[in-house]
């Protein structure tokens, strides 16, 4: 790129809404500004819109009574506005930065209730406890095939069997799981396991 040494009448075709200054001016600054958001800002949507509104805040100001009063610092003057949309830019989005898709979850559904909250983790702290307690080998299959949903084919391959004995592997697996489970409800409750 060219360095180009702006003057008087420059910032006069400017204001005054020429075609071919106006096509230079956004021509010439639109990759100075590409180039120093990117860096910056993540989405290619984001440096599109700051880069627009940078041209249009100086196109604005450009435009007013006193407008630019040093024609030779206009590319200063454009990497100032540059810098202020960039500033504005950060304020609103750590004001309104959306939740991380961890963060969200830490969130109680709006259609559950506390108490299914509660009910509904500690569930899931008993399925846990109750996999710890199963053989290796029926907790793997367990969580390949139910938590973690894995295709079918894969577990097979991992487990070195077909389609067929993952059938019976899971059958034995399930029913491990109920025994214990069982068990540990007939503890809880100090009956004995029927």
């Not at 071919?20 to 290619?44: A, C, G, M, W």
């Not at 007013?64 to 504005?88: H, I, W, Y």
Request: charged share 35%.
């Amino acid at each position: 790129m060219q360095f180009y040494e702006f003057d008087q009448a420059y910032v006069e075709r400017l204001c005054s809404g020429d075609f071919r200054t106006e096509q230079h001016f956004v021509d010439y600054f639109k990759e100075l500004i590409h180039l120093k958001l990117r860096n910056r800002v993540k989405s290619p949507q984001a440096i599109e819109d700051l880069r627009q509104e940078t041209f249009a805040r100086v196109f604005a100001t450009l435009r007013t009574k006193d407008g630019v009063r040093q024609p030779e610092r206009l590319g200063a003057f454009v990497n100032s506005v540059c810098n202020n949309v960039l500033l504005e830019h950060y304020r609103s989005s750590s004001r309104e930065s959306p939740l991380e898709d961890d963060e969200d979850s830490k969130f109680p559904d709006k259609a559950m209730d506390v108490l299914s909250v509660i009910s509904q983790r500690q569930m899931q702290e008993k399925v846990r406890e109750l996999l710890d307690g199963l053989p290796e080998r029926d907790r793997r299959l367990i969580r390949g095939v139910f938590l973690e949903e894995r295709d079918k084919d894969e577990v097979c391959r991992d487990f070195g069997v077909d389609r067929d004995y993952l059938r019976v592997l899971l059958h034995r697996a399930k029913q491990s799981f109920k025994s214990l489970y069982l068990k540990k409800m007939a503890a809880s409750s100090g009956q004995a396991p029927g």
